[in-house]
């Protein structure tokens, strides 16, 4: 899977969040608020969400839900019941629950109205954001109606009074070792993100924050940044752990080299500019002290003062902006790839984007470790 701590992309977006505690996965940004936090763990409750309809006639079937949900340790959380007072409902009640669910439980009933069957707007949005979240779903409705035209072709458990216990027994006992296989699977196949970071870390390379000078180029994408101050280098890193990722890499990375060239482009020109305002600031002074002959000493040493302070400003913008550029000379557009995923087209894709660039080093993980230059950064966990 790629990053799961991200700068605000939505992370349903070309990605597959994880649900093992082990893993330490959580959603930093709120997908659909741009400016709220979320920090929900994924999978981090022994919990199944359940979306319905506010209907008297599901309190049977719910409460058997709870029950047969309880007795295997698995604690219902029913939207319906569920209260917030004081919080944002969405994040609190809905959303953040499904985050934090191991899977989910949708009822698909209809209300009633006019002769007509009328489907709930409320639980098939909610039906929606678990499909986005990756969440493990037993979708169930009455034998008697029928689905939505758009998810008709998913499979979905017809219940009656008659089977509703035997199909719940079972679909239960089905998300459970479905969602544990998955967790086990995760652990063994991919090296988590925070094991990851620590090694980078480890090797002197910073993860970059939004204040970061490259920070627009890639604020959007799968990518995230990294900056080795004393080898003087920036580095832009995927995290491929599934070949469906392949794609939006290619599309994140074109998107990435236009938006850096312009960053840089933008730089030079605000460098040319400063030098040229040092030059001006230069020959201002050089013509103060031409006047040196005047005998008002106290008005020259007032011209002297403002041209100083206006060099000083000048040169120290002009170092920053140097240092900048210098570090932008090379940058290394790096992938750490799940090592039984075969990569060789995605490489050659990758090359024919930076083919066009002198700047960009393509590093890719073999044998347990990627190289940026001379630093080498090892993939391998203590189990190797």
């Not at 009633?112 to 169930?140: A, C, F, Q, W």
């Not at 550029?325 to 992938?335: P, Q, V």
Request: charged share 30%.
């Amino acid at each position: 899977m790629t990053w799961q701590i991200d700068y605000g992309r939505p992370y349903f977006i070309g990605t597959k969040p994880r649900s093992s505690l082990d893993s330490l996965s959580f959603n930093e940004q709120c997908f659909i608020r741009k400016d709220h936090k979320c920090e929900k763990l994924f999978g981090a409750s022994k919990s199944c969400f359940i979306a319905c309809p506010t209907d008297d006639d599901l309190e049977p079937i719910l409460g058997l839900m709870s029950e047969k949900l309880s007795k295997v340790g698995v604690e219902p959380i029913i939207a319906v019941k569920e209260r917030a007072y004081g919080q944002d409902i969405f994040c609190t009640k809905i959303c953040g629950k499904i985050i934090e669910s191991r899977f989910c439980i949708v009822i698909l009933d209809d209300t009633m109205g006019d002769d007509k069957n009328i489907p709930n707007p409320n639980v098939y949005y909610e039906y929606g954001l678990m499909t986005s979240l990756r969440k493990h779903i037993i979708p169930l409705q009455k034998e008697n109606l029928e689905l939505a035209f758009n998810i008709q072709s998913y499979d979905t458990i017809k219940y009656s009074a008659k089977n509703v216990g035997v199909e719940l027994d079972r679909a239960i006992k089905d998300a459970i070792r479905i969602t544990e296989a998955k967790e086990q699977v995760d652990k063994k196949t991919s090296l988590p993100e925070k094991t990851l970071l620590r090694k980078l870390e480890l090797a002197g390379l910073d993860l970059r924050d939004s204040e970061w000078v490259l920070h627009e180029a890639i604020g959007d994408t799968n990518f995230k940044g990294f900056g080795q101050y004393d080898k003087r280098f920036y580095v832009y890193l995927g995290k491929i752990d599934d070949a469906s990722e392949f794609q939006d890499y290619l599309d994140d990375l074109g998107v990435v080299l236009y938006r850096t060239e312009k960053k840089v482009e933008e730089l030079q020109n605000r460098l040319a500019n400063h030098e040229n305002k040092k030059k001006e600031i230069g020959a201002a002074a050089r013509k103060a002290e031409m006047q040196m002959l005047f005998p008002d000493r106290a008005t020259i040493r007032s011209r002297r003062v403002p041209l100083t302070h206006e060099l000083t400003s000048v040169e120290s913008s002009i170092a920053s902006i140097t240092s900048q550029l210098s570090l932008m000379a090379t940058i290394f557009i790096g992938f750490v790839i799940q090592p039984d995923i075969t990569a060789d087209a995605f490489v050659s894709g990758v090359e024919e984007l930076l083919d066009q660039y002198t700047r960009y080093k393509l590093c890719y993980s073999t044998n347990n470790a990627i190289s940026f230059g001379d630093v080498e950064v090892s993939l391998a966990s203590p189990a190797h």
